[in-house]
């Protein structure tokens, strides 16, 4: 069974630094291409990041470029975020998501169940 | 980026009732659409891919139709367990984007 269990959701202050992580389980974790999706109460779900299977290349939203940095330790089955310059609209719970296929494919066939991030003074 | 529409927004039916949710995206995505669904304090679940694909695991009530820039969602006999807010996205062009979300309640 696969799972995905993200942590290090934290209350933090405008303008401060986090590290996400996400804990991978249940299939052969240096085959997939992964992702870090978001929810807002008020933007919905927003896709943010993705890094292929080797931590060779990543993307991001332009809404969290150059503050947001995705990486991945297959060595560990994990895949981390780190989270800088953190503004009140970053405020969100944060999915860890495997994609279908090895070379992206932008299918989210496994969620985690996400950590709350909340950026407040 | 392409911006995905749903409708309705919510929905109240009984169990039993046929349910359909309708996704329009801005743009030509042929058929790199897929739903999924999701229920408070739970992962999100990916229930069709492709517009029509239904992904393994998921019961048959669901299916999905569509190509271009419309898409439905149906739900042929609601059950207790099908009560959550569904999700359509696009997969055509980066970076991907998910609708508003359309929440299903009980009746």
């Known amino acids: 069974e696969v799972r995905l269990v993200e942590s290090g959701g934290v209350v933090v202050q405008p303008g401060g630094s986090l590290r996400l992580s996400c804990a991978a389980s249940g299939f052969t974790f240096d085959d997939y291409t992964m992702h870090w999706v978001r929810q807002t109460p008020g933007k919905g779900l927003e896709w943010v990041s993705v890094?292929?299977?080797?931590?060779?290349?990543?993307y991001y939203a332009e809404s969290v470029k150059g503050r947001f940095t995705i990486s991945r330790d297959n060595s560990k089955n994990s895949l981390f975020l780190q989270i800088t310059r953190l503004r009140t609209e970053d405020t969100a719970f944060y999915y860890c998501?495997?994609?279908?296929?090895?070379?992206?494919?932008?299918?989210?066939?496994?969620w985690g169940q996400g950590t709350l991030v909340t950026v407040s003074s | 980026d392409i911006q995905m529409t749903q409708s309705p927004s919510s929905l109240s039916a009984s169990v039993g009732d046929r349910v359909t949710i309708t996704c329009r995206a801005s743009q030509y995505i042929s058929t790199y659409l897929n739903w999924y669904q999701r229920k408070p304090g739970k992962a999100p679940k990916l229930l069709i891919y492709?517009?029509?694909s239904l992904q393994s695991g998921v019961p048959s009530r669901f299916s999905g139709i569509g190509s271009g820039t419309a898409f439905t969602l149906t739900i042929s006999s609601l059950q207790p367990e099908d009560f959550a807010t569904y999700y359509c996205q696009q997969s055509y062009t980066p970076p991907p984007t998910f609708g508003q979300g359309t929440k299903v309640e009980i009746k």
């Open positions: 998501v495997k994609d279908m296929a090895m070379s992206t494919s932008w299918y989210f066939d496994h």
């Open positions: 890094i292929s299977w080797d931590g060779g290349s990543t």
């Open positions: 492709a517009a029509s």
